[in-house]
C-alpha cells in the first residue's frame, strides 16, 4: 500500500512541468541548503578537534614541565634546603632533559631565591626575595602556596628578566616531619609554549585562537583582533593549570570558512543536487569517521607519552620511529635523539646486551614467535651508566602478514634487583654468620634462628618458632627491664651462661637490639649470641699463666733478699773463723759447718735465680748431668715424699748444646707432670739420662731423629698412663686435663718448643693403666769442649787504700766494713746511696775504689755509678747483686761498670776483686 502511494506522489510530482521545475528548484535549494550544513558541521568539528589537541598538546606540555617540578618538591626536600647547589645541578639534568623551562629555582621559606637554573641570563634572579617582587601575581602567588601547602600559579603574565611574558608556578616541600623546607619555583615563557603547543603551520593558517585567565586577563593571542563568529564556531576549553584554569578559544578564519563552502551552483540540476546531496552525506560520514580516528590517534598518543614506563615503536631495519619520555628519562637521551636510531644500540656489548637482543630481534622478523616477554637485558645509558631492564615486545603485521615493526616496553629493574641481592646477601650473611641471630616480634615471640642458633644450642630453630624467648640466667623482674629498655629504643648486652640441648654447658655474650621499620616504629628485636666459652677458657688459662710467672718473679725477689741474709751469715761465720783462737776446735769446725750450710743455700738460691730469670736464652756446649741433678735437687721438694726419684745417669754422655735455665725447666715440668700422673700419691719417678745411635727401627718410631748420635733423656712414671686422644693434643697450648685453676696446659707445650728449638726430637709411650715414658733425644756435640769452669779465687793480697763501700742493709755495711779494715783498707761506708754521692762530690780524690749494692732506695747502685763516672771517669766500681741478669742494669751501664759481683760474695772473692781492679787502674 505504501509503495502504491510513494509511486503515486512520485508520478504527480513530476507529471507536470511546473511539477517538475518545482521539484527541480526544491531539490536545488534542498541540495544548496544540505551542502551547506555539511561544510558548517565540517568547520565545527575541524574547530572543535582543534581545540581539543590544543588542549591537550598544552595541557600534555604543562604536566610534563609541572611533573618534574613535583618530583624535585617530594625527592629531595631536606638534602635542597641543606644544600641548594646539589638542587641546582638535580635541576639541570631535568631541564636538559624536558625543554621549555625559563627558569628552575629553589625559593626558602622566606621567599628567597637560593638556586637558580639556568644561572646564565637568571644572575639577577639569585638572592632575590620574590616577596618584595614588583608584581601583584607573584606575592600573591608564594603566599597562596605558603598558607595552603599546595602548589600554587601566578593569574595573568609576569615580565620577565630576559623581556618578553610568562608565567610561575611554586610546588611546596616538605621533610620527612611534614615540616616545609622551602618550594620549588617553575618560570614559563609564554612564547616558547606557544611555540611547541600552538604555532602549528595549519592553525595559524586557519584559526584564531587566543587563552584567557579565568578572571578575564587575556594570556595569549595570535591576532590583536579576532573576528570572533557568534555562529557557534568560537569554541572555548577549560584546562587546569596547576591550581588556576585557563580558557582557551579557538575560531576558524573567514578564508579557511569560504574555502569549506566553495562555489555554490544553483542551477544544479536535480540530479547534480541529488548526486551532491549523496556525496555530501558521503563526505560528512568520512569525516565523522576520520574524527573518531583522529581522536583515538590522540588518545594512543597521550597514552604512549604519559606512560610511566619506557616504550619504543622500531621498524623492520630496528630503526627507533617512536619514543615515549620515560624511555627518553631512562636512556638519558632526548626523544628527537633516539629517534632514526638503531635500537640495538642501546645495549651494551656483551651476552646479556647487544648480541642478545639481536636474537630477540631477529626471532621477531622470521616470525616465529608472537611475543617476548621478560627477557632481561643490559642497557647503556648516554651517561655511560649500566642499567637492567626487562624487555617485553610484540610484533606488529602488515596487511600481508609480514612484519613491519615491533612496540617493545622496557622496564627498569636496576633498583629493584640491587635491593633483591642485597636482601639476599644481608639474608646470606645472617644465615653463615659465625654469632647465633635470633629475630622476635615486640613481645619476644621467636620468628627466625639462623643455623649457628642451632649449633650453639643444640635446639633446631623450625622447633623454636613461634615460642617466647626465656632465659634461666635472669630473674622475671630483669626480663621485663629487658624488654622495656628495648621498647625505649636503648640497647641491651649482657654474658648469658646456657645450657645446651645436650647438657653441655656454654658461656655468650648476648646484645639484643630493636628494630625499627621506614617509619621508625618498633617491629622488631634482634638477639644476637656469640660464644665465648672459648675465649673464657684462653682467659683463665692466661691467668694462670701469669700467676706462674708472677710466681716465678716472685721467687726471684725472694731469693735476691735471701742473699743479702746469706751474705752477712757467711760473712760473720768466716770472720768468726778467722778470729777464733787455735784451740777453740769445737768452735771453729761449728763455724765451718755454718759456712758449709750458708754455701749450699746459696747454691740452691742461685739455681732459683737462674730458673726464674729472663734473659736471652744462650745455647752452649753443657754436659747433661751435673744439669739433671740439679734440677732433680729442685723437684724433690715439690714431690710428694711418698713418690720416689730414681736417677740412672751416664756419666759417659758426651756434652749437648743447650741453656741451663731450659733444661732445668724441661726436666722439672716432665717429672711434676709424672708426679701428677701417680694418683694415688705412691709410685717411681725414674729419670735416665744415656748416649745412644738410633737404629733404622727407632728412626722410623721417632720422626725427625737423624743418623747422629744423641743423648737422651727419659721420664719414667707408673701412673695411670695415657689415653690415645690425650696423647694426640697433650702437646698443644693451653691443653689440660686437670681440672679448672690447677694447670695451665703450657708445660708440656713449653717442652716440646724447647726440645724443637735444640733440633732434637720427642717421643711418648704409655697407655692406660701402664704408666708414661716421655723419651726426649739431644742431638750430641761434635768436637766441641765445655767451656772452662771460673777458676777459683785467689788468695787474698792486702793493698793499702780508701774504699767507699754502699748497701742499703745495714747488717752488710758494718760486716763489710769490719772485714775490709781488718784486711787493712780504709773504709767509708753508707748505708744511704745519697749521701754516698754527696760525700764523692766532695772530694772524688780520696777514693780509690767504689764497692755498691745494685738494688737500693732512692738512688740504684747502676744510676750511682754513671753519676761517679761523670764525676771521676777511672774509678773501679764494682756492683754486688743478688741477680746474674746482666739486663737488670740501665742500660749502657754494664759499659762503665768494672765487674758484677754476685751475692752471696765471699771475701776472698771480693778482695781479690778489689786488687784485680785497682792494679787496673
Known sequence: MKKRK???????????PFSIFFTVALLSVLFWWITELGVRDRVRQSTRITTEETAARIQLWLDDRTGILAHLASEGAATYAADPALFQSTAEGMAKRIAGFQAINWVDTEGIIRAVTPLAGNERALGANLLNHPSTNVRDALSRARSTGKPARTLGTIELLQGGQGFASYW???NAQGVLTGFVNGVFRIETMARQCLQSPAMRANFHYCIEESNGELVFNND??????????????SMTVVDVPWMLHVTPTQLYFDRGFGARREWILAAGAVLAFMLGTAQFRISRHEAQERQGRRRY??????????QFATDRSGIIREA???AALLTGYAAGELLGTPMIDLYVDAPTGRGKAEQIFDRLKSGRTDRIDGEELELLTKRRSLRLVRLTTQPVLDAQGQFSEARSVLFDITDSRAAEEERTRLATAVEQAADAIVITDINGVIQYCNPRFEVLTGHAGESLIGRHVRTDALPEEAVNSLFQTLRDGGNWESEYHGTAKDGSAYVSHVTVTPVYNQERKLTNFAIVQRDISHQIELENQLRQAQKMEAMGTLAGGIAHDFNNILHALIGYANLA???ALPEQTELAHALEEIQKGGNRAAELVRQILTFSRKSEIEQKPLRAQPLVREALKLIRGAVPSSIAIEAQIDENCGMIRTDATQMHQT???LCSNAAQAIRNGTGIIRVILAELTPDATLRSAVPGLGRQAYVCLCVQDNGEGITPEVRERMFDPYFTTKEPGKGTGLGLATVHGIVKSHGGAIHVESAPGEGTAIYIYFPRCENEAEEPEPQKDALISNRPGRVMFVDDEKQIVQLSSLVLENLGYLVEAYSDSQAALDAF?????????????????????????KEIRAIHPTIPILICSGFTDIGALAPGVEDIVSEILQKPIRFETLCNAINRHWGAQ
Not at 841 to 865: E, K, N, Q, Y
Request: proline share 8%; aromatic share 8%.
Open 667 to 669: 726436666i722439672m715440668n
Open 6 to 16: 510513494l509511486i503515486a506522489l512520485w508520478n504527480g510530482l513530476f507529471s507536470r
Open 172 to 174: 611546596p616541600a616538605f
Open 841 to 865: 762530690r766532695l772530694d772524688p780524690d780520696r777514693f780509690d775504689i767504689v764497692i755498691s749494692d745494685l738494688t737500693m732506695p732512692h738512688l740504684t747502685g747502676d744510676a750511682l755509678a
Open 324 to 326: 615515549n619520555a620515560a
Open 224 to 237: 590583536l583582533a579576532p573576528p570572533l563568529l557568534v555562529n557557534g564556531f568560537d569554541l572555548e576549553l
Open 577 to 579: 773463723g778467722q778470729l
Open 301 to 310: 598518543r597521550a597514552l604512549f607519552e604519559q606512560a610511566p614506563v619506557a
